[in-house]
């Protein structure tokens, strides 16, 4: 017989979840899941970062295009990369459920297992949470990180002559998204959290501004640039994209440009260093490889891809 919310109740689901946690949470969770508030003890000597995000059904995700454990890690991804680009190490998380009483408790299941897949290969524990009834699942999650002091990374730290780089490859999430949508293909495509690379580049002289590619290339390398009077160059053929990326698209009656460019989820670093900072090994230092894109310009606007204002909500 299949098992619904309704069947199980808030506070079955609640024992559930915590099963599924389980108890071995590491020495700085001090007070882990089942109280009004978990308590955590920072490192000494390093600051509290903190970032929420949340994905919502027919908004962010399809059941029918992806399975339920691929969101829930997603959804994490999503959430540590704003603790990779600020060059934090994870402490632990908290997550918000939203969903409908009828919903098949294997589709929880999926979301919550794949939460706690992503936090248990980050070392981000989840440590609570809370569960409450809407029209349509909705997963917010908090992630909490530290960064020793002082050395946290920042979008608006751009200047003139800083070269551009990003790591890994853009436009694979954006293609699977676009056979799913064209298709009913199933989306496999799971995005990786940089965080030891923005670990890395927190410790690294000359590094300028640095934000993940959540929105897209162009419209993130604007939200860099904000504010500042600047702009910037950016050579699309030395944007790196996945093996078979071009004919991958041609076959699916994508444009390549545009998903690279102007298209979001991968999850990547973007970030800026400074000219005469050393790029003697850097992707061995980062760990993942990393191409140079483009220049910061004194002349404002961005050039050498399409325009775009990237994923908005509103």
């Excluded at 899941?33 to 920072?42: I, N, Y």
């Excluded at 020793?148 to 608006?156: I, K, W």
């Excluded at 600047?230 to 790196?240: I, K, S």
């Amino acid at each position: 017989m299949t098992r619904r919310l309704r069947d199980v109740g808030e506070f079955g689901l609640i024992d559930l979840i915590r099963g599924w946690i389980g108890e071995d949470l590491p020495r700085h969770v001090i007070l882990g899941p089942g109280d009004d508030a978990a308590v955590l003890r920072p490192p000494a000597g390093r600051d509290l970062v903190v970032s929420t995000d949340a994905v919502v059904e027919d908004v962010h995700f399809r059941f029918r295009f992806e399975s339920a454990r691929s969101i829930g890690r997603r959804a994490m991804v999503a959430n540590l990369s704003d603790l990779a680009a600020m060059g934090a190490e994870p402490l632990a998380c908290v997550a918000a459920l939203c969903a409908p009483p009828d919903l098949e408790l294997r589709w929880v299941r999926g979301l919550v297992l794949g939460v706690l897949e992503e936090a248990r290969t980050w070392s981000c524990p989840l440590v609570g949470g809370n569960l409450t009834s809407a029209r349509e699942t909705q997963l917010g999650l908090t992630v909490l990180g530290s960064v020793a002091r002082g050395r946290d990374l920042r979008r608006h730290r751009v200047r003139a002559g800083d070269a551009i780089f990003v790591t890994g490859s853009l436009g694979g999430y954006a293609l699977a998204v676009h056979r799913a949508e064209a298709t009913g293909a199933r989306i496999r495509t799971l995005p990786v959290p940089r965080l030891p690379a923005g670990r890395a580049l927190a410790r690294m002289p000359g590094v300028g501004g640095c934000i993940d590619v959540s929105d897209g290339l162009m419209a993130d390398l604007g939200h860099l640039l904000e504010g500042s009077g600047l702009g910037a160059d950016v050579d699309p053929e030395r944007v790196p994209t996945p093996l078979g990326f071009a004919a991958a698209c041609r076959r699916a009656g994508a444009d390549p440009a545009e998903l690279s460019l102007a298209s979001g989820g991968d999850y990547e670093l973007l970030f800026t260093l400074r000219a005469g900072a050393s790029r003697a090994g850097l992707a061995r230092r980062l760990g993942v490889p990393v191409s140079e894109v483009g220049r910061i310009s004194r002349e404002p606007g961005i050039r050498g891809g399409p325009g775009s204002d990237g994923w908005r909500h509103f």
